[in-house]
Structures are given as C-alpha cells and as structure tokens.
C-alpha cells in the first residue's frame, strides 16, 4: 500500500500536471493573442485527455495516481482505497488543482492581461472551471452524475478485464489503473467523455479539478475578471461524488 507521505506526493505533482495541462488548453483556445485561439471543442477534448495522460502516469508510481476526489471515493466503495486514507488523497488533490491553476495563469499572465485591454474582453472563469451552457440545476447535476458513472465505473472494471492485460484489481499496488496501458485507456475514455458528455456543463466530473482552480479565479488579480460564479460551484462538487457513489455500488453488485 502506498505511503501517506507518497499519497501527498504523488497526488499534489499529478493534479497539478492535470490542471496545468487542462486549464492550459482552456487559455490556449479561449485568450487573445494565444496561437490556438479559436481551435474549439475538440482541441479542448483532447487537451484534457492528455493532461489525465501526463498527471496520471506521474503519480501511479507513487499514489496509484486518482488525481479525482470522486475516482478516490469510488474506489474506497468499491474497496480498492482504504476510507482512511480518503481524506488524505482529497486533500492532496486539492492542493495539486490550486498549484496548477496558479501556474496555467502564470504561463499565460501576458495573454490574461492582454485579454483585460481588448474592446471584448473573453470571460476567464471558464479557463478555470465550468459553467452549464442552460442553468437548470436539476438537470446540471443529472448530468454530472452521468458523465462521472462514465469515467469511474468503467475504470474500475478496468482492473477485471484482463482480456486487454489488465491484471490487477482497482486499489492494488499498480495503481487504480492495473498496468501502465489502462493510463492511456483512461486519457482516451476521458476525450470520449468531453466528445460526448461535455456540452451541456462543460463535464467537470472531478470536484478537485473545478473548486480549486474556481478558488484560484477569485483570489488571483485577474483584470477584469468577472464573477467565480459560486451559485453554480456546488454542482461539479455534488455530482461527481454521487457518481463516484454510485459506480462503487454498481461495480460491488456486479463482483
């Protein structure tokens, strides 16, 4: 089992490569003056896919590499993570978003500040957190429940499917992942999601990844900045911990 010193590692270093990574393309594509401005969508998708691709394979040795408060969770009812050990990974992965997130803005302060002189200046928050494209709660979190079954139950029926050499159960000393393939098999189901998924909230499926770097959005001295908008920050919290709840209950009836 893996160290209470190698969890805070492991996990701060990985969710920081993960929001670097993420919120990085979000500024890419979003900010003046950036030579992806523009690219969309699908540059999005795929950038996110990668940032779980560099943070995970950082941190498997170390941590098993969760990165997501709601990967963790479902991985403790699935019985793959000690609960006592939880708080800890939750707490890592906090710190690993914030740590990011500071320094996404960092290698883009010239754009940001750019960005604040234009006659139309772009929002920011959604470099650093989602927002719903139609605001109905109820249907916001439905939709995060959703696509959170769809990155945590499949992960952990990762560690069953030994037909693609996946040889170890969720929680064994590889990692949640099983072997270094399912690192890739994740970063490409997470560009699936974003694909599929990801239009009406923007997929946050990861509570670390959207409140840290929200947190980061109100407290840095960002021009112009606009609201944090944290009326809407309790969905991509909810939402991925009751699919994290649900995929552990699903994945322990099917084994």
């Given at each position: 089992?893996y160290?209470?010193?190698?969890?805070v590692?492991?996990?701060?270093?990985?969710?920081?490569?993960?929001?670097?990574?993420?919120?990085?393309?979000?500024?890419a594509?979003?900010?003046?003056?950036?030579?992806?401005?523009?690219?969309?969508?699908?540059?999005?998708?795929?950038?996110w896919?990668?940032?779980?691709?560099?943070?995970?394979?950082?941190?498997?040795?170390?941590?098993g590499g969760?990165?997501?408060?709601a990967?963790?969770?479902g991985?403790?009812?699935a019985?793959?993570?000690?609960?006592?050990?939880?708080?800890?990974?939750v707490?890592?992965?906090?710190v690993?978003?914030v740590?990011?997130a500071v320094?996404a803005?960092a290698?883009?302060?010239a754009?940001?500040?750019?960005?604040?002189?234009?006659?139309?200046?772009?929002?920011?928050?959604?470099?650093?957190?989602t927002?719903?494209?139609?605001r109905?709660?109820?249907?916001?979190?439905?939709?995060?429940?959703?696509?959170?079954?769809?990155?945590?139950?499949p992960?952990?029926?990762?560690?069953?499917?030994?037909?693609?050499?996946?040889?170890?159960?969720?929680?064994?000393?590889?990692g949640?992942?099983?072997?270094g393939?399912?690192?890739l098999?994740?970063?490409?189901?997470v560009v699936?999601?974003?694909?599929?998924?990801?239009?009406?909230?923007?997929?946050?499926?990861n509570?670390?990844?959207?409140?840290?770097?929200?947190?980061?959005?109100?407290?840095?001295?960002?021009?112009?900045?606009?609201?944090?908008?944290?009326?809407?920050?309790?969905i991509?919290?909810a939402?991925?911990?009751?699919?994290?709840?649900?995929?552990?209950?699903?994945?322990?009836?099917?084994?």
């Amino acid at each position: 089992m893996y160290s209470n010193a190698d969890i805070v590692v492991g996990e701060v270093i990985g969710t920081a490569i993960l929001i670097l990574f993420g919120a990085g393309v979000c500024a890419a594509v979003t900010l003046h003056y950036s030579k992806a401005k523009g690219a969309g969508w699908v540059v999005i998708a795929f950038g996110w896919g990668m940032a779980v691709l560099a943070g995970a394979y950082t941190a498997a040795p170390l941590s098993g590499g969760h990165l997501n408060p709601a990967v963790t969770l479902g991985s403790a009812v699935a019985g793959g993570t000690e609960w006592s050990k939880v708080p800890l990974y939750v707490l890592a992965q906090m710190v690993g978003a914030v740590i990011g997130a500071v320094l996404a803005w960092a290698l883009y302060y010239a754009q940001f500040a750019t960005n604040a002189e234009q006659s139309k200046a772009q929002p920011t928050l959604g470099i650093f957190s989602t927002a719903p494209e139609i605001r109905k709660p109820a249907a916001n979190l439905v939709t995060e429940i959703i696509a959170t079954i769809g990155l945590v139950l499949p992960l952990l029926f990762f560690g069953q499917n030994k037909g693609i050499g996946i040889g170890q159960v969720p929680g064994a000393h590889a990692g949640i992942y099983g072997s270094g393939i399912n690192v890739l098999l994740v970063a490409l189901l997470v560009v699936g999601i974003g694909l599929s998924l990801g239009g009406p909230t923007g997929y946050a499926i990861n509570p670390a990844r959207d409140l840290g770097p929200r947190l980061v959005h109100a407290l840095l001295p960002i021009p112009n900045k606009g609201s944090s908008d944290w009326s809407y920050s309790w969905i991509p919290v909810a939402g991925p911990l009751i699919g994290a709840v649900l995929s552990g209950l699903v994945y322990n009836a099917a084994f």
